[in-house]
């Protein structure tokens, strides 16, 4: 934990990259070709949760152009870097996903 939450000191667009910005757009375009190869085997694009969300980089550009609504969890500091990042999370929790205890079902838990 105390990596993560110095790990915003480093600066840089995306931390959880770890300096290696230019992969963000192939890795989010891989995402989403995954959920569209996935959509048979998905209930719905109704809800979607990002664990160990980060800065919200998967949920701004994966999650939430695919799912209705999107939640995000996360135990480090990053999670207020989220909370700028990705208006369009429904909710954030502050937790670590061994503590983490679903109150609703998703259509998509994505770790």
């Given at each position: 934990m105390r990596y993560w939450n110095k790990i915003k000191s480093?600066?840089?667009?995306?931390?959880?990259?770890?300096?290696f910005s230019e992969w963000d757009k192939p890795d989010c375009e891989?995402?989403?070709?995954?959920?569209?190869d996935f959509k048979d085997r998905i209930s719905g694009?109704?809800?979607a949760i990002d664990c160990g969300g980060g800065n919200g980089r998967?949920?701004?550009?994966v999650l939430c152009p695919k799912f209705a609504a999107v939640d995000l969890v996360e135990h480090s500091n990053l999670i207020e870097?989220?909370?700028?990042?990705?208006p369009k999370v429904k909710n954030f929790y502050k937790?670590?996903?061994?503590q983490f205890e679903f109150t609703r079902n998703y259509d998509c838990i994505w770790v």
């Amino acid at each position: 934990m105390r990596y993560w939450n110095k790990i915003k000191s480093k600066g840089g667009k995306d931390p959880n990259l770890e300096g290696f910005s230019e992969w963000d757009k192939p890795d989010c375009e891989q995402s989403r070709n995954m959920l569209d190869d996935f959509k048979d085997r998905i209930s719905g694009t109704k809800t979607a949760i990002d664990c160990g969300g980060g800065n919200g980089r998967v949920s701004k550009s994966v999650l939430c152009p695919k799912f209705a609504a999107v939640d995000l969890v996360e135990h480090s500091n990053l999670i207020e870097d989220a909370k700028k990042n990705v208006p369009k999370v429904k909710n954030f929790y502050k937790s670590s996903l061994q503590q983490f205890e679903f109150t609703r079902n998703y259509d998509c838990i994505w770790v």
